[in-house]
């Protein structure tokens, strides 16, 4: 199963694959935060998760610790549910997820926080599947689902640990989470317009990207149109 994920996440017709159809999902909750002192990177990169599920038909909420997300996710046409209890407490917080699974009739969860460990995936997957975006070997325990598309995956850690499980693993950079509005700019010339360029690989760059990526750019027709 593992193998022929790994082989099938490096064509692109994978791009279009939604993670409902490797669980058989309806109703999703996904659990990320942000405001002060978190930003909105786990928030914003779970979007084209949760509107790739609701175009296939799932109905999707947002659940966080508060509700400062909430004003985020409704601009792009999802609901949000507040905990209400302090980041890091895993024991609440399960016991509160339960009972959102419980009430709302919730059958997946996919959690995007640094505050999760293979304990608190234990303890949630008692109530429902969960999934998660993965981080090397963090994560190994109680998930459904894990979905890597980092440069610096280690797939033979990935082949070893899960060979044998029944865990659904997706891996490769064809489950880059894009945004619809910069996908939607792919072929579009832009070079007449482009007054500068943000560039950014988010929190951390093990394997130099932004070095990488600012070395073709040098030379490249965009950045000698530039004053």
Sequence with gaps: RLRAAISRSERPSCRKICIMTSVGICKVAIRADGGRG?????IMRTIPVAE???DRGCEVVYV???D??????????FGCRSLGCEVGDINA???MMGDLVSEEGVTFVFVDSFCANNAYFKMLSRFCPVG???YGDRFSEGLSLIVSYLACTDYEWYEREF????????????YVPVRREFSSLRGLDRYGSTKGI???????????????LLERLVDSPLIRSFD
């Design 68 to 77: 400062l997300p909430g004003s985020v996710v409704e601009r792009y046409g």
């Design 93 to 95: 917080e399960v016991r």
């Design 132 to 134: 998660t975006f993965g």
């Design 38 to 42: 978190i930003g909105l990177g786990h």
């Design 198 to 212: 943000l560039l950014t690989v988010g929190g951390s760059d093990e394997l130099g990207v932004t070095g990488a």
């Design 52 to 54: 790739a599920l609701r």
């Design 163 to 174: 060979a044998d499980r029944s865990t659904r693993v997706l891996l490769g950079s064809s």
């Design 64 to 66: 966080s610790v508060n």
